[in-house]
């Protein structure tokens, strides 16, 4: 069952095309990669889906409807590669500050602070400000806020950036969990060898257009290095 379906979308940068014809569908509970080179507009590309830049051709739906509507944003979230954060509030108070977005149930939401700050394994910095966290510790916090809401459908961008390994495999060990619990995972990163393992299917985007389109990547029977630097190097002959 389709999630998340783009069809010809076209974008346009100060009177540039950016995106040609972008096409791809998500079919629901799936970990999908979204890989390419860097400036193939990966984030453009998500940017269009959640609604924050207007694409100006094609179309795009979200839990079945066109564009992004409100009922679908409640279930809905997007974490940049560059979280923005408030500095001066201590971890557990930005938590809260999130959770009143959504009009959630005030008694839970302790319980789901605390929950989140093991799912991190930050809980032991939990009162401290945000301004003295690492980048590392920020790109943590900026994930849990990601799920906060419970997403049916999470939008990922560099979610590994400034991780070390340890950190790479919480990510990886939370995302297939969310998964467990019926969440489609929509993401972008550089980092081959931790998406393989856990993706369910790939699209690559390379010079502005859809490469490869909803690959199985149990049916990629060569190394994933080498097959997406085979696409890539066969694009750019044709």
């Known amino acids: 069952m389709k999630i998340l379906e783009l069809k010809n979308v076209v974008k346009y940068l100060n009177w ?20 390419g080179p860097n400036w193939a507009w990966k984030t453009t590309t998500m940017k269009c889906i959640m609604w924050l830049i207007e694409p100006e051709e094609g179309e795009i739906k979200v839990f079945w409807d066109k ?9 809905v979230w997007f974490m940049p590669e560059n979280t923005y954060l408030y500095r001066h509030l ?8 999130n959770w009143k977005f959504f ?3 005030n008694e839970k939401l302790e319980k789901r602070v605390e929950k989140l700050l093991k799912k991190v394994w930050l809980e032991k910095a939990a009162d401290k400000r945000l301004s003295d ?3 590392w510790m920020l790109q ?8 906060i809401n419970e997403p049916k459908l999470l939008f ?13 495999k919480m990510v990886k060990d939370l995302l297939l969990e969310l998964k467990d619990e019926w969440t489609t ?4 990163t550089h980092i081959l060898a931790d998406a393989e393992s856990m993706c369910d299917k790939i699209s690559i985007i390379h010079k502005w257009k859809i490469i490869v389109e909803s690959k199985k990547v149990k049916d990629i029977w060569e190394k994933l290095e080498n097959y997406f630097i085979e696409k890539i190097e066969r694009n750019e002959e044709n």
């Open 16 to 35: 540039n095309q950016i995106l040609f014809d972008v096409s791809f569908e998500v079919e629901k509970w799936e970990i999908y990669w979204f890989l």
């Open 67 to 75: 564009w992004l509507t409100l009922d679908a944003k409640k279930k």
């Open 90 to 97: 201590t971890w557990r108070e930005f938590l809260r500050f």
């Open 103 to 105: 009009d959630l149930d």
């Open 133 to 135: 966290y690492s980048k």
């Open 140 to 147: 943590r916090v900026g994930l849990a806020q990601s799920i």
């Open 156 to 168: 990922l961008d560099e979610p590994m950036s400034w991780l070390d390994p340890i950190g790479r």
């Open 185 to 188: 995972i929509f993401f972008n």
